[in-house]
C-alpha cells in the first residue's frame, strides 16, 4: 500500500520569495515519487521525478526537490517564485503498483 | 509527439444518462490509464490497459463503468445511468514500459456535470 500527505491546503508566499511546498509519502517498497503542477481546467504538468540515483531532483522552471528516505519526505521548492508559479501542486507515488497515488494538493498563491 | 488528448472536454448530462468519454494517448506509448479528480482532491486511479488488456481496476468503478481499449490505441471510458457523484474531472494520462521506469503524461481532462 502506498500513500502520500501534502502539509498545507493552501500556501501563499511574496514574489521573489522561496516556495517550499511539503509532502510526506508512505511506501511498502522503494517508491518512485512526482510532483505535477496543475493550472485552472487543465490537466497535469510533470515538474520533475525520483526514481532511483542522486537525491536531489531538479525539474523544469526553476524546482527541485530532494528525496528523504530517513523523513519519508520529497519536499518541492523554488528559490524564488513568480507570478506565473500559482497553481495547484499534487505530489504523487508509484511504488508496486503501476497507477499513481497522489496527495490532495496544495494550492500555491503568489502574492505581488 | 501531440500529447495526449481528451474529448469532449466538457459534458453536461441529466441523471440516468449514459456518457462516452475518448482518450488519445501519445502515439507510441503502450499504457493507459484512467484517473478521477473531484474538486479539492487529487486524481484517483480508476483503471489501466497495457495494449488492449485491461490489467487492473479500482474499487472506485462501480460496474456502471466501463472502459476499452480496442486496438491498444484510444481508450473510451463509459458511464451508465449517472449519477450526480460522478460529476468530477475524468483524465487519462499514458505511458511507455519500454522506456524504463515510465512516467505518465495527462490530457487535459473531461469535465462532467451531472444534472
Known amino acids: 500500500a502506498q500513500s502520500v500527505t501534502q502539509l498545507g491546503s493552501h500556501v501563499s508566499v511574496s514574489e521573489g520569495a522561496l516556495v517550499l511546498l511539503r509532502c510526506n509519502y508512505s511506501s511498502s517498497v522503494p517508491p518512485y515519487l512526482f510532483w505535477y503542477v496543475q493550472y485552472p481546467n487543465q490537466g497535469l504538468q510533470l515538474l520533475l521525478k525520483y526514481t532511483t540515483g542522486a537525491t536531489l531532483v531538479k525539474g523544469i522552471n526553476g524546482f527541485e526537490a530532494e528525496f528523504k528516505k530517513s523523513e519519508t519526505s520529497f519536499h518541492l521548492t523554488k528559490p524564488s517564485a513568480h507570478m506565473s508559479d500559482a497553481a495547484e501542486y499534487f505530489c504523487?507515488?508509484?511504488?508496486?503498483?503501476?497507477?499513481?497515488?497522489f496527495g490532495s494538493g496544495t494550492q500555491l498563491t503568489v502574492l505581488p | 509527439d501531440t500529447g495526449v488528448s481528451q474529448n469532449p472536454r466538457h459534458k453536461i448530462t441529466k441523471r440516468g444518462q449514459n456518457v462516452t468519454f475518448r482518450c488519445d494517448p501519445i502515439s507510441e506509448h503502450n499504457r493507459l490509464y484512467w484517473y478521477r479528480q473531484t474538486l479539492g482532491q487529487g486524481p484517483e486511479f480508476l483503471t489501466y490497459?497495457?495494449?488492449?488488456?485491461?490489467?487492473?481496476k479500482s474499487r472506485l468503478l462501480s460496474d456502471r463503468f466501463s472502459a476499452e481499449r480496442p486496438k491498444g490505441s484510444f481508450s473510451t471510458l463509459e458511464i451508465q445511468r449517472t449519477e450526480q457523484g460522478d460529476s468530477a474531472m475524468y483524465l487519462c494520462?499514458?505511458?511507455?514500459?519500454?522506456?524504463?521506469?515510465?512516467?505518465?503524461?495527462f490530457g487535459p481532462g473531461t469535465r462532467l456535470l451531472v444534472l
Open positions: 490497459f497495457q495494449n488492449e488488456a485491461q490489467l487492473e
Open positions: 504523487a507515488v508509484s511504488g508496486s503498483a503501476r497507477q499513481l497515488t
Open positions: 494520462a499514458s505511458s511507455s514500459s519500454e522506456l524504463g521506469q515510465e512516467t505518465q503524461y
